[in-house]
């Protein structure tokens, strides 16, 4: 007659069949209640409440289990399971070891213990604390719930402290290794290489890179049979980390989005990601990046930091597949030089490849606030190829020369980026102090009565505008200035890139975006005549280039 499950010794006698009242006999055990030996154990938790419910004549009776779970947490499943009973007049009395196994939020517990149950006609009994419902009441049992309350408080905010201790000291935090890894049995402290699992997310960033978006790829995943994060932890021996999907080969973007996120992949422990509003709530919150802990190379990467950079490039692109669900190789790359916007990917549905085209996002949006900046898809394909080819060919003969000019082109760049913000820097300040002198002579005037109220309203809000946006002006561009003066390019890592396709003959996603940063394109100049149109390729590590300006002639290189 015992029915089990997972973590529950259900019944002696099934639910919905028993013809006289029915106790139930509830058992909770937290984590840290574990630590405290075995005197709230479930088994000896089972013992107290089986020997009471004989001894009183309280049978039939059936256990409800919950193991694992917090005594703020009353989404717990054997709990709620013996709620639904309780409210289907199934259950008539209900006992528990002492009030803290019931729960540990005080208004939680006053409400099911002081309306529920004496509404449900429940006899309520918590053994060691010698509460009874049919005895009288226990005027001491509010403030026994309001210490179990203090007590769940105090404990949570102490694991935090340890939390946080061992986040700072570069420990993981997390109770599970991401996916990809798994932890050392020798060592919990230490993550290792699950090479089964290392391999899809080594998959998940080489299909994003050949220019496949997180959809397509869960897509691929799935087809494939590969079983997602959650059932692979599961077969594994790990505990469900969320919900289980309908279909344990179902991937989704959001799970393969988060992958490709994760710096952990490069070997680095990421602490503080999240956190939670108090320990009642376990809701996770993100906290900004500036909040974010990166303690580099702690475990083996599974990513190398190029492949890493690039993907987030693409993600950062928010590149969107066209119609036909393929992804176009330049999309996310090009700029109009005029504006500054991105150039969108149009196909032409009812002619060959070689119409599709890009064009100012700006422009399509709005006619009159830029111009089409019209440019092929093929015609870019071919003029990267042929400049990547020119590059590398050149880089190959006069390795030298091209670091030393890749240098000085950079530092004149840059002295001068950082000139110009430097100027505009002063600028802003000398009129903030400007402000600050105007505030203080219209004050004076208002009241001397030589500017009435109304005046001085008007124009101090309109003063104060203008202060806090010079204001946020300048601290934009102190962080750009910080950051740029720390920034240099990294001819070495551009030279490791070129090597590796010395006999390059065709683009592909990866290479392309192994190469190129972004590419620039200008309005066509037709004075002369002739459609004159200018492009700029801006590389990765080290920028402008002198062989990356190309001017085209009627779609050709000149």
Request: net charge neutral; charged share 30%; with cysteine.
């Amino acid at each position: 007659m015992l029915q089990q499950s997972n973590n529950t010794i259900t019944s002696i006698y099934p639910i919905g069949n028993q013809t006289e009242e029915l106790t139930a006999l509830y058992c909770r055990l937290s984590q840290d209640d574990k630590q405290e030996g075995d005197s709230n154990s479930i088994i000896n938790q089972k013992k107290i409440l089986k020997r009471y419910a004989i001894e009183h004549g309280y049978q039939p009776y059936v256990f409800f289990v919950d193991d694992g779970f917090s005594g703020t947490n009353f989404n717990r499943p054997d709990f709620q399971r013996m709620i639904a009973e309780v409210e289907a007049g199934r259950i008539k009395r209900v006992i528990v070891k002492d009030m803290s196994r019931l729960g540990r939020d005080y208004l939680q517990v006053g409400m099911y213990t002081e309306i529920m149950f004496p509404n449900m006609d429940v006899h309520f009994i918590a053994v060691n604390d010698g509460v009874d419902s049919h005895v009288g009441e226990n005027e001491f049992t509010p403030f026994r719930n309001i210490i179990n309350e203090w007590y769940a408080k105090d404990t949570s905010k102490k694991i935090r402290a340890v939390k946080r201790s061992k986040g700072m000291a570069g420990e993981h935090i997390g109770s599970h290794a991401p996916y990809g890894y798994m932890k050392n049995p020798d060592n919990k402290k230490e993550w290792l290489i699950d090479e089964e699992a290392a391999e899809v997310v080594r998959e998940i960033f080489r299909l994003c890179v050949n220019g496949y978006g997180p959809t397509r790829i869960a897509n691929i995943l799935t087809e494939r049979k590969i079983l997602c994060p959650t059932y692979y932890a599961l077969e594994h021996g790990e505990k469900p980390r969320t919900v289980l999907p309908p279909d344990k080969y179902l991937w989704s973007a959001t799970v393969v989005s988060h992958i490709l996120e994760r710096m952990d992949y490069l070997g680095h422990t990421v602490n503080f990601k999240t956190h939670v509003k108090s320990y009642k709530n376990r809701k996770k919150i993100d906290n900004s990046p500036e909040q974010w802990r990166i303690f580099e190379n702690t475990h083996e990467a599974i990513i190398d930091k190029e492949t890493f950079e690039i993907v987030q490039k693409i993600r950062s692109g928010k590149r969107r597949p066209t119609k036909m669900g393929d992804m176009p190789m330049f999309s996310g790359l090009l700029y109009c030089a005029d504006c500054g916007s991105k150039m969108t990917f149009h196909r032409q549905m009812a002619q060959s490849a070689e119409k599709h085209n890009f064009v100012c996002s700006n422009y399509r949006h709005n006619s009159k606030s830029c111009t089409m900046h019209y440019i092929r898809n093929v015609v870019v394909e071919q003029i990267v190829l042929e400049n990547l080819k020119e590059v590398i060919r050149y880089v190959s003969d006069y390795e030298d020369e091209f670091v030393q000019m890749v240098m000085d082109t950079d530092m004149r760049q840059r002295n001068k980026e950082l000139s110009q913000k430097k100027k505009r820097l002063t600028e802003i300040h000398s009129r903030i102090q400007e402000l600050d002198k105007i505030f203080q002579r219209i004050y004076e005037d208002n009241i001397s009565g030589k500017l009435s109220d109304e005046r001085f309203m008007k124009l101090s809000k309109g003063y104060e505008e203008e202060q806090h946006t010079l204001q946020k002006e300048q601290t934009s561009l102190e962080k750009e200035l910080q950051k740029e003066e720390k920034q240099s390019v990294d001819v070495k890592q551009f030279l490791s890139v070129v090597r590796k396709y010395t006999n390059l003959t065709e683009l592909t996603p990866e290479i392309v975006h192994e190469f190129i940063d972004k590419i620039i394109v200008h309005a066509p100049d037709k004075s002369s005549g002739k459609r004159l149109q200018e492009i700029e390729i801006i590389y990765n590590h080290i920028g402008v280039f002198d062989h990356s300006k190309v001017t085209l002639w009627k779609g050709k290189a000149v």
